[in-house]
Nanobody, 126 residues
Framework: VQLQASGGGLVQPGGSLRLSCAAS????????TAWFRQTPGKEREFVAA????????RYADAVKYRSIISRDRIQNMAYLQMNSLRPEDTAVYYC????????????????????WGQGTLVTVSS
């Protein structure tokens, strides 16, 4: 399974971006899809996750109320809408997938995800 993340770019503080994650197979029909991000010199951190069967979501405190994770069953895509972007949101964003229906308490753990995309760079700067 290959994941392709896209949608990154340069945006001014306060702006918005929508990241997309496409899978080479119909991976998104079950399990959990998540977004993580990483900046140079720092560990990768959890951003948001969505459980495919019931749409249940979980967000990191840093992006809660500013971001929306969603999925499109027909298009087999996952999205991360980010609003009110801040310079500290600058990072490479990765999408990740696990085929298992973990409870939401586990969604922030990197080790549950089997497949990872290559990342898309988001730069928030004026």
């Amino acid at each position: 399974v290959q994941l392709q993340a896209s949608g990154g770019g340069l945006v001014q503080p306060g702006g918005s971006l929508r990241l997309s994650c496409a899978a080479s197979e119909r991976t998104f029909k079950y399990g959990v899809t998540a977004w993580f991000r990483q900046t140079p010199g720092k560990e990768r951190e959890f951003v948001a996750a969505i459980r495919w069967n019931d749409g249940h979501t979980r967000y990191a405190d840093a992006v809660k109320y500013r971001s929306i994770i969603s999925r499109d069953r027909i298009q087999n895509m996952a999205y991360l809408q980010m609003n009110s972007l801040r310079p500290e949101d600058t990072a490479v964003y990765y999408c990740a997938v696990t085929p298992k229906n973990y409870n939401t308490g586990s969604h922030s753990r990197e080790d549950i995800y089997h497949y990872w995309g290559q990342g898309t760079l988001v730069t928030v700067s004026s």
